[in-house]
């Protein structure tokens, strides 16, 4: 089946504590995205990468890091996480052409505290 | 500026009749893709339908509908026959090119889809 796999699920953390959210696609997609999701701010970019070492940064970028030495993962890095960080995270991939979206991983609810 | 406007937060449909949800986009970009995705309780995003720009039919999958009219820049899903299930949270979002962060998507606020029995 193809999908897109993301851990944990759920993470309840304390601030400072460096962890990874990894995230795994079975579909030899190019393009590969991290999204937040906060109320009243929607989804929005954190980072992307378009293959295997090329990521650049998104819209809200400050915080995360991401590495792409694989082509089916890409793992979201947070150094020193901070109660701001507090979301639900979403991996996504999609092949390079512009009639498909995003396959979404199932989520992470990640509580810093 | 890209951007995509839905401007209902809330409606109530009652089961087995149609709904409308509204979308509207702004972009300066002739190729870009339109998509709806579903995200019910639990929180994962289902894609549920697309349309390209130069796509001259309305897209249809299943019991969606994209009613797609360009020159307005609107994108309003029609769900049809809605069923208990379909109370989810609905998001309008649009991709322009690869060219722009990857071709990411950019999301509309949402629109929460409550059926009633």
């Known amino acids: 089946e193809a999908q897109v796999t993301q851990n944990p699920r759920y993470l309840i953390t304390v601030t400072g504590k460096k962890l990874t959210v990894t995230c795994s696609q079975n579909?030899?997609?190019?393009?590969m995205s991290w999204y937040r999701q906060d109320p009243g701010l929607g989804l929005r970019q954190i980072y992307y990468s378009m293959n295997v070492e090329v990521t650049d940064k998104g819209d809200v970028p400050e915080g995360y890091k991401v590495s792409r030495k694989e082509k089916r993962n890409f793992p979201l890095i947070l150094e020193s996480p901070s109660p701001n960080q507090t979301s639900l995270y979403f991996c996504a991939s999609s092949s390079g052409l512009l009639a498909y979206g995003y396959t979404f991983g199932s989520g992470t609810r990640l509580t810093v505290v | 500026a890209q951007k995509i406007t839905q401007t209902q937060p809330g409606m109530f449909v009652q089961e087995k009749e149609a709904v409308t949800l509204d979308c509207t986009y702004d972009t300066s970009d002739q190729s870009y893709g339109l998509f709806w995705y579903k995200q019910p309780s639990s929180g994962e995003m289902i894609f549920l339908i697309y349309?390209?720009?130069?796509?001259?039919q309305n897209a249809t999958e299943g019991r969606y509908s994209l009613n797609f009219q360009k020159a307005r820049k609107s994108a309003n899903l029609v769900i049809s026959a809605s069923q208990l299930g379909d109370s989810a949270m609905y998001f309008c979002?649009?991709?322009?090119?690869?060219?722009?962060?990857?071709?990411?998507?950019?999301f509309g606020q949402g629109t929460e889809l409550s059926v009633k029995p």
């Open positions: 979002a649009m991709r322009e090119g690869i060219n722009n962060q990857g071709g990411k998507l950019i």
């Open positions: 579909m030899n997609h190019e393009y």
């Open positions: 349309q390209g720009s130069y796509d001259e």
